[in-house]
């Protein structure tokens, strides 16, 4: 069966500093990946999405940046984090058309102090 | 650009009591799914819908396909502690073929 890992699950990190969010996809070849930010409270807002290896689409515009250099990894990336930065950050996976179903790691909490 | 528009944003009811939860597309959807996120939990699949007017259910929950497969409707009867949580809907965007969540309905419940 399919498993999604992402890490660490939570994280504090001061303005100004860098941001790395892993996440990888077992018993699956060549899923569509994600990264959705959820404020608290609030609905889940796209980031990025792959449908392959180094082919990454960007949803906003912000300071972060998302790499795929393996075709079950996906990471999420900031040279300098923002305040507004923090949030809930979840990694997802789905085969096949991008409207099909998604399954979503259990995330990670961003606090940026 | 299509949106996928969901009400209410939150609900609050006493345990027994029934919860409805709306969502409504600009454009045709091909389908609707729906979503279940716990308080501190991350988003889990429920249910697809795919089929104009096709009503579906899970024990005590009903989901619900309008017939010009625009809109849809989760429905929990006799709602439980265990209920709580967010409900999103999502359907996928014609052309850039992505899946778009609406904004959820939380859900809160009084034992």
């Known amino acids: 069966s399919q498993t999604i890992h992402q890490w660490p699950a939570t994280l504090v990190q001061p303005v100004g500093s860098p941001l790395s969010l892993e996440c990888t996809v077992e018993g699956t070849s060549n899923p569509n990946l994600y990264w959705y930010r959820q404020a608290a409270g609030r609905g889940l807002q796209l980031l990025f999405y792959?449908?392959?290896?180094?082919?990454i689409s960007s949803e906003v515009p912000q300071n972060l940046s998302a790499s795929r250099p393996q075709d079950r990894q996906f990471i999420l990336s900031s040279k300098k984090l923002l305040l507004s930065d923090s949030g809930f950050y979840l990694c997802?996976?789905?085969?096949?058309?991008?409207?099909?179903?998604?399954?979503f790691g259990e995330g990670s909490w961003l606090t940026v102090v | 650009g299509q949106q996928v528009m969901q009400i209410p944003q939150y609900q609050h009811v006493q345990e027994g009591e029934d919860f409805t939860t709306y969502c409504n597309s600009s454009?045709?959807?091909?389908?609707i799914q729906w979503y279940k996120q716990r308080p501190g939990g991350h988003p889990v699949f429920l249910i697809q819908l795919v089929k104009s007017g096709e009503v579906k259910k899970q024990k005590r929950l009903t989901f619900q396909f309008g017939e010009a497969k625009k809109n849809s409707s989760l429905h929990i009867t006799a709602t439980q502690t265990t209920d709580v949580g967010t409900y999103f809907c999502?359907?996928?965007?014609?052309?850039?073929?992505?899946?778009?969540f609406g904004q959820g309905t939380r859900l809160t419940i009084n034992p």
């Open positions: 999502a359907g996928p965007i014609q052309g850039a073929q992505k899946l778009v």
């Open positions: 997802a996976w789905s085969m096949g058309h991008l409207g099909n179903t998604i399954y």
């Open positions: 454009t045709t959807l091909s389908n």
């Open positions: 792959s449908v392959g290896i180094g082919q």
